[in-house]
């Protein structure tokens, strides 16, 4: 594993099914990589979560062979036991599995850390923080859902008007407990709330088609990249 960039003040993450030609997915990936890209956020969708199933488990293991790329697993299933043992057999960097679907949060936590491989959890918009009071120490991320997952195919789907808010919490719940916890947001991630949010304790930005342009992968996340450098070293001066 690629543990040095879990160090990082601050790590982009690019969406494969937002910017990714699914036809060249290969070819995609590569350009990424080449680009500057150093993490991979990989949707996982079984279709009865969320009504969308862009990928399979045979495409994630097939690419999981052509790429050094860490990949950051968003799991969205109902039934996750299949799911998480498929991936850990395939060999990625983090699971982070949805608490709304899972009767068994903890137990779920020690599966996947047992293997070396970081977890977390996923909540969606309006699942309160509450749900992770017991178990948040043994969380190596915390993904926030900032539009309900799914519906991000649908312009109309903007995100939810207390993201910042509930951001905020739980960076402060983690700063309490002293923990290294990151933070992940997903959902309509702009420039704009990048540079708001990188000053209030997220950590991991998922980034899409808001942010990166499929038809000008390679420029567009070099562009990214160049921007986010000089948010953080404008913040670093503060």
């Given at each position: 594993m690629n543990k040095t960039i879990w160090n990082q003040k601050y790590i982009l993450s690019p969406s494969l099914i937002s910017v990714c030609n699914l036809c060249r997915l290969e070819d995609s990936v590569s350009?990424?990589?080449?680009?500057?890209?150093?993490?991979?956020?990989?949707?996982?969708?079984?279709?009865?979560?969320?009504?969308?199933?862009?990928?399979?488990?045979?495409?994630?293991?097939?690419?999981?062979?052509?790429?050094?790329?860490?990949?950051?697993?968003?799991?969205?299933?109902?039934?996750?036991?299949?799911?998480?043992?498929?991936l850990l057999d395939i060999g990625v960097?983090?699971?982070?599995?949805?608490?709304?679907?899972?009767?068994?949060?903890?137990?779920?936590?020690?599966?996947i850390r047992s293997r070396g491989v970081r977890a977390g959890v996923?909540?969606?918009?309006?699942?309160?923080?509450?749900?992770?009071?017991y178990v948040l120490e043994k969380c190596d991320t915390v993904l926030l859902m900032l539009i309900n997952p799914g519906y991000a195919g649908s312009r109309a789907e903007k995100q939810v008007p207390y993201a910042n808010r509930k951001v905020q919490e739980l960076h402060r719940l983690i700063q309490e407990r002293g923990l290294p916890t990151k933070v992940e947001i997903d959902g309509r991630v702009s420039r704009e709330n990048i540079e708001d949010f990188v000053g209030k304790g997220v950590d991991i930005f998922v980034v899409g088609s808001t942010c990166l342009k499929k038809e000008d992968l390679s420029a567009s996340t070099q562009e990214l990249l160049g921007f986010c450098g000089?948010?953080?070293?404008?913040?670093?001066?503060q």
């Open positions: 350009e990424l990589e080449r680009a500057g890209a150093e993490m991979l956020h990989v949707d996982l969708l079984d279709g009865h979560f969320s009504p969308s199933m862009p990928l399979g488990l045979d495409t994630v293991r097939q690419l999981r062979a052509r790429t050094e790329l860490p990949f950051d697993v968003h799991l969205m299933a109902t039934e996750q036991d299949f799911f998480v043992k498929e960097e983090q699971i982070i599995f949805h608490g709304e679907c899972e009767p068994h949060i903890d137990y779920r936590l020690d599966q996923a909540l969606k918009p309006a699942t309160p923080l509450s749900t992770l009071d000089s948010v953080l070293g404008e913040r670093g001066k």
